[in-house]
């Protein structure tokens, strides 16, 4: 198995030597299909970075307009069942069990509920990649196709990849998918394509409630860090131990 040393080596590497766009073509699994604006992401230095999320649960209204921009901005298949984010909606009965819906991963926003439901509470949960700081969908890979990027970045060097799927068994999130047209895993990249031009991920950029933060992990004046400060926060399956690094505010304790 391919240590993550070098692994973020191959990344630094890849990234030093090639252009911006090949850059992206290279390392992350899917070519963008968004309008990625201008940069000068031949400046981009990722030792000098660490992203993370922060995801507001109240805030959400699941309208669905991030797995809309997602699904654009990365060229993910649009069949229903691929997505690089979802958003889910879980609602708790007074009694019985908890119901999650996820239609078309919250694409299309979420109609009413068929029939009455005495919920006692109900709310969305955006979900995507946790770009975990100890992945098992890395350990797994037997290529080395999936990796960690010296800033934080989970990504898939499609060159690489043989669609062996150990990676999506491995991700205890769900979080990976099979590209039926290359027969590659697919996975959130926190548009990796966008962060080298200092902008945003596309999720991020549309969300109309900013229910989405990203930023530095490292950085004070981080909206990230400020989140993380502010907010009691949690992340998801936490006793597995793959460090996520999404965190959630304000999550229901039904959500695990
Ligand atoms: Fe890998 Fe899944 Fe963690 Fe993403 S959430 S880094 S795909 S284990
Ligand atoms: Fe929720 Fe924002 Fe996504 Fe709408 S765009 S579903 S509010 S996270």
Redesign the pocket.
């Known amino acids: 198995m391919r240590r993550l040393g070098q692994v973020a080596k191959k990344a630094a590497l890849i990234l030093s030597t090639l252009s911006a766009g090949a850059v992206v073509r290279a390392i992350v699994s899917g070519p963008a299909s968004g309008q990625v604006q201008a940069g000068q992401p031949e400046k981009y230095d990722p030792g000098k970075h660490y992203y993370a999320m922060g995801i507001y649960v109240d805030?959400?209204?699941?309208?669905?307009?991030?797995?809309q921009a997602c699904k654009r901005e990365n060229d993910v298949p649009a069949e229903p069942f691929y997505f690089n984010t979802w958003?889910e909606r879980y609602q708790v009965p007074a009694s019985g069990e908890t119901v999650v819906a996820s239609p078309n991963g919250?694409h299309d926003g979420f109609p009413e509920p068929a029939g009455k439901m005495d919920a006692l509470r109900s709310f969305?949960v955006?979900k995507l990649c946790n770009h975990c700081d100890n992945p098992p969908c890395v350990q797994v890979c037997p290529v080395g196709a999936t990796f960690k990027t010296p800033d934080g970045v989970v990504l898939v060097d499609e060159k690489y990849c043989i669609g062996c799927r150990y990676c999506i068994q491995a991700c205890p999130y769900g979080a990976r998918y099979l590209d039926p047209r290359t027969r590659t895993a697919g996975k959130c990249t926190f548009c990796y394509q966008r962060i080298v031009r200092g902008l945003k991920p596309a999720?991020v950029e549309?969300?109309?409630?900013q229910?989405?933060v990203f930023g530095e992990l490292g950085e004070l004046s981080s909206p990230l860090v400020r989140f993380k400060r502010m907010n009691k926060v949690r992340v998801l399956k936490a006793h597995l131990n793959t460090e996520p690094k999404v965190y959630y505010a304000n999550l229901d304790g039904e959500v695990v």
Do not use: M, N, Y
């Not at 549309?206 to 409630?209: E, I, L």
């Open positions: 805030r959400c209204i699941g309208c669905g307009l991030c797995v958003v919250g969305f955006p999720c549309v969300c109309p409630t229910a989405r």
